[in-house]
């Protein structure tokens, strides 16, 4: 049973959950976190959403097709970060060899950012599947 | 450098990933990527045995990190020969899938099902050529996943009931295989198999190798599906779509039986599992129970697909059983019936399939006359069928031959009776369908009419390859033999 104090809350709670969660993907390359845990805490506030609303308020905001076009981007980003280095020469994710004007070192953090990125949005999309998929009506 | 360890397993990632982006746009446009997908794996597998063969195994560093820190693919050529063989079985699994699960399958499923099985055959590819012990686990999950999902697709009664039951003992299996690598590492701090296989000899004593090699041996004997393991695959196979259940029985399986192999032969080494824990002697008498306790199941069964589902498990039992006996023609054989019997039971699933699109038809009784109604498929059951019983000069004989060679090479005349009473067995169900087939009178008012060409051009392909790698044992042979040399030296 949702109540106005769940309503409510939730509806404070989840832009900073969000607003968190992409604190740490972008903040993977230097401190604890990363793409996988932050897409997890944005996967979690739809389903908070879904939880303190219904479902249709989650299904608004990350729809079904939303949800495979982000959740097919990100894994094909990181992918594609990982061929780009064997274009430019280097073993796959070898991020160093990528010529960027920069020093190796820094060419490194901004390449395992983009990885965080990538993972981060195939993440969201991912965790708020496993909830909203099994909920969804389906034909068969 | 040769990128191609690498491409061959994220080519189909990257086609399982591009499935659902188009199928969003338009849903056939699935079918032509994962034929596109499947078929650069099969262009990048076979660069791989070309190079392994030329300059032997090949290290791939992922990242650039240096191993053990880094992940790394190592192809020998035991894993060049498992890559040509799940990606030649997963090609013609994916082009005969068209019109099938446009019949078969509910609106809507199709890019689910490229995608899945796009997964699946990612995922295999990962396990044979990765040199890591965790990642090994985590790609037997992925395809494993996969392959959950696969076999309830259809909807169908039963489906997910057989679905369930095939998820929970198979879980059993991977939570066994990670606790077994957690074992691994906490005593050698380490995951890279090259690496554990020089510090194991250090605690060959100590009862945590002896307990990770128990959980080891028992997750993965679950994914072989070795006798008593067996339980889920044959109810999973017979509800799985076609094309899918001749992926599992060609090559999944098969899949669990190579990291059985490379736990055993690479982690542990021969000396180990010889002479210290006599885990081989044990595995040859699990393998010859799995050989005739399936035979003797397949017997019984009224619907073709179990009853292929069980000849399959007693195959697999020949694989663990050449392997096992640890004398270089056992080993030869053991690894040659991969590829024969990958060809052989892949060309048998897709004929059932080809019956069930046709007719409908599940049970064996009413296969009578088909062969007047599609023969060349029932000409290519035939052929596949000698095959798997093993009359010469079908492919079958041969790697049994090596087989019953081997066992005489160990001493262990008595594998020998039971390969042969095994092929007895097999020719009394064998025969039984193609009398069946060809010389049960005809009640059927179908036409006499083929199959569509993306379904009919597989199953030529995998019979004429039954009869053709008979003759020429050669072809397969030039990948096996420095195989079991590299095992066998570990």
Same mark, same amino acid.
């Given at each position: 049973m949702t109540t106005i104090v769940i309503k409510t809350i939730a509806r404070v709670l989840v832009p900073f959950l969000q607003l968190f969660g992409f604190y740490i993907i972008v903040h993977g390359p230097v401190s604890p976190g990363g793409g996988f845990q932050g897409g997890v805490i944005v996967g979690a506030s739809m389903i908070l959403l879904a939880l303190s609303y219904d479902l249709s308020s989650a299904e608004d905001r990350a729809s079904h097709k939303v949800r495979i076009i982000m959740d097919s981007t990100g894994a094909l980003l990181f992918a594609g970060i990982g061929l780009l280095c064997l274009l430019v020469g280097?073993?796959?994710?070898?991020?160093?060899?990528?010529?960027? /004007?920069?020093a190796p070192a820094e060419v490194r953090g901004l390449m395992i950012l983009l990885v965080g990125v990538a993972i981060g949005i195939h993440i969201m999309a991912l965790a708020a599947s496993l909830f909203l998929h099994l909920a969804e009506e389906h034909d068969t | 450098m040769d990128h191609s360890p690498i491409l061959v397993v994220i080519t189909p990632f990257v086609g399982a990933y591009l499935s659902p982006l188009l199928g969003l746009w338009r849903e056939r446009l699935c079918y032509p990527v994962a034929v596109a997908a499947a078929l650069l794996s099969l262009f990048f597998s076979f660069r791989l045995a070309g190079s392994v063969l030329t300059s032997g195994t090949i290290r791939y560093w992922v990242g650039g990190w240096e191993p053990p820190w880094g992940i790394e693919l190592v192809v020998d050529p035991l894993s060049a020969f498992m890559c040509l063989t799940i990606s030649l079985v997963s090609l013609l699994a994916v082009i005969y899938s068209k019109n099938f699960i446009e019949k078969e399958l509910p609106r809507g499923k199709m890019t689910s099902y490229y995608t899945l099985i796009l997964l699946l055959i990612g995922g295999m590819l990962g396990v044979v050529v990765t040199g890591d012990l965790f990642n090994l686990f985590v790609l037997t999950e992925i395809f494993s996943v996969a392959a959950y999902a696969l076999v309830a697709?259809?909807?169908?009664?039963g489906s997910f009931i057989g679905s369930y039951r095939y998820l929970i003992l198979a879980s059993i299996g991977t939570s066994l295989i990670l606790l077994g690598t957690g074992y691994l590492y906490i005593i050698t701090g380490t995951l890279n198999m090259a690496d554990l296989a020089v510090r194991l000899p250090a605690f060959y004593d100590s009862w945590v190798v002896f307990g990770a090699l128990a959980f080891l041996l028992i997750g993965f004997g679950i994914k072989t599906a070795?006798? /008593?393991?067996?339980?889920?695959?044959p109810g999973a196979y017979s509800i799985a779509p076609a094309p899918v259940t001749a992926i599992f029985s060609a090559v999944v399986s098969k899949v669990g039986g190579y990291s059985l192999i490379r736990v055993l032969f690479t982690i542990f080494g021969l000396e180990f599992i010889t002479d210290l824990v006599p885990v081989a002697p044990a595995l040859t008498w699990v393998a010859a129970a799995t050989i005739l306790v399936a035979s003797m199941f397949a017997i019984s069964q009224t619907s073709l697909m179990r009853m292929l589902a069980y000849s399959s498990v007693a195959h697999i039992g020949y694989v663990v059983l050449g392997v096992a006996l640890a004398v270089e023609m056992g080993m030869t054989g053991g690894i040659l019936h991969i590829f024969n019997h990958a060809l052989a039971t892949g060309c048998l699933f897709f004929c059932a399939g080809a019956v069930i699109y046709k007719t409908g038809i599940r049970h064996i #009784? #009413?296969?009578?006359?088909?062969g007047g109604k599609i023969p060349l498929t029932m000409a290519a059951f035939t052929l596949a069928a000698a095959s798997k019983v093993g009359?010469? /000069?079908?492919?079958g004989f041969v790697s049994k031959f090596y087989l019953s060679l081997g066992a005489l090479e160990a001493g262990e005349w008595i594998f020998v009776i039971v390969i042969l009473l095994a092929s007895l067995m097999s020719a009394v169900f064998y025969l039984r369908v193609i009398n069946l087939i060809f010389f049960g009178g005809d009640k059927h008012e179908v036409r006499r009419d083929e199959l569509p060409l993306s379904m009919l051009f597989p199953i030529i392909i995998l019979a004429l390859g039954c009869a053709v790698f008979g003759i020429f044992v050669g072809i397969p042979l030039q990948l096996v033999e420095p195989a079991v040399m590299v095992l066998s030296e570990l």
């Open positions: 280097g073993v796959f994710l070898e991020y160093g060899i990528i010529p960027l /004007p920069m | 697709i259809s909807g169908k009664r070795l006798f /008593p393991l067996h339980t889920w695959l #009784d #009413d296969l009578r006359g088909l009359i010469p /000069p079908s492919a």
